[in-house]
C-alpha cells in the first residue's frame, strides 16, 4: 500500500489543499486544524451550520495566514500569540484559545453573514483525546472533531462510488491521508498503520456527517443527502452511525511523504 494523497485544513470547517509532505507534531499535522472559527458563544462554526466555509480558502505559510473567497478581497495576516484568551468550545468540550483580531472577525462575518471570529490553538492551548478511544492518557489534538489524522482509502471510495447515482470525490470527506492499494474496507480492521517512519494507533472508524454531503467546492449541500443516505444503509455502526475512513493517533512526531509504503495489521 503506498500514499497517494496529503491533505490539510488550516482553518476547520474550510477548504483544504493538498501536500507532497507532511510534518507531524505531537497534535497532529503541522497548521491542520489550527485555526477556527468560532461563534458568540465560542462555540465551533463549521460547513454542519455553514456551507459557505466550503468555498473559503485558507492558506498558511508558517504563521502568515492568507485566506480568500469569491466574494471578498482577500485577508492577509500573521498569526498573533499575544491575543486575548477565549474559552472555546469544540464538542462539548471547553478549553482556552487565542482570539485573532477584529480585523479578521470582520472579513468572516461580513463574508457569512453572522458574528464570527477566528482563534489560533496556541501553546497554552490543551484538548486531551477522548479517554474512551485514546491510545494514551497524554494524547491530544488541535481543532479537529476529535482526533489528530484521519486516513481514508482509495478502494473504499471505489467501491461507495459504485452504489451512489453519481460518483463523488474523495474531498467529500475531508481526509488527510489517502491511501491506495488496500482492498475496500480493509480499514475497518486496521489497528496500527506504519505510515514511512511514523507508527499510529487506528482508534476509531470516522462516522460521517452532513458535511459529506456538500461540495467542496460549491458549497453546495446535495438535495438527495448523498452519500450520506447510502453508507448509512450499509456502513452503519451501532452507537456511531454512517462510518467512512479511521480516525489515528501517532505515537511519535514525524513526517509522510507522497509515496510513502504503508503498513497495516
Not at 136 to 147: K, L, P, S
Not at 182 to 202: H, K, L, M, N, S
Not at 241 to 253: C, K, T, Y
Amino acid at each position: 500500500m503506498v500514499v497517494t494523497s496529503l491533505h490539510r485544513y488550516p482553518i476547520k470547517g474550510c477548504r483544504g489543499h493538498s501536500l507532497d509532505r507532511a510534518a507531524l507534531d505531537t497534535i497532529g499535522f503541522v497548521g491542520d486544524r489550527r485555526l477556527m472559527l468560532v461563534d458568540v458563544t465560542g462555540r465551533f462554526v463549521s460547513q454542519r451550520e455553514e456551507q459557505l466555509l466550503a468555498t473559503i480558502e485558507p492558506e498558511l505559510s508558517g504563521d502568515h495566514l492568507v485566506v480568500r473567497a469569491a466574494r471578498a478581497r482577500p485577508l492577509a495576516l500573521d498569526i498573533d500569540p499575544a491575543g486575548a484568551a477565549v474559552r472555546v468550545n469544540v464538542w462539548g468540550t471547553e478549553f482556552d484559545a487565542v482570539d485573532q483580531g477584529e480585523r479578521a472577525a470582520r472579513w468572516f462575518s461580513d463574508l457569512v453573514g453572522t458574528a464570527l471570529r477566528l482563534v489560533w490553538f496556541g501553546p497554552l492551548s490543551s484538548r486531551p483525546i477522548d479517554p474512551r478511544y485514546s491510545p494514551r492518557a497524554d494524547a491530544q489534538t488541535a481543532f479537529t472533531d476529535g482526533y489528530q489524522v484521519l486516513l481514508t482509502v482509495q478502494a473504499s471510495l471505489d467501491d461507495l462510488n459504485t452504489r451512489l447515482p453519481a460518483p463523488i470525490p474523495m474531498a467529500r470527506f475531508r481526509p488527510n491521508v489517502v491511501v491506495n492499494g488496500a482492498t475496500a474496507w480493509d480499514e475497518d480492521g486496521w489497528r496500527q498503520i506504519r505510515i514511512g517512519g511514523v507508527v499510529f494507533d487506528a482508534v476509531k472508524p470516522c462516522a460521517r456527517c452532513l458535511v459529506t454531503t456538500t461540495d467542496q467546492e460549491s458549497g453546495a449541500r446535495d438535495p438527495q443527502q448523498e452519500p450520506l443516505r447510502t453508507l448509512a444503509k450499509f456502513r452503519t455502526v451501532p452507537g456511531l452511525g454512517a462510518i467512512f475512513g479511521q480516525n489515528l493517533v501517532s505515537r511519535a512526531p514525524g513526517s509522510l511523504a507522497v509515496g510513502d509504503a504503508v503498513v497495516a495489521g
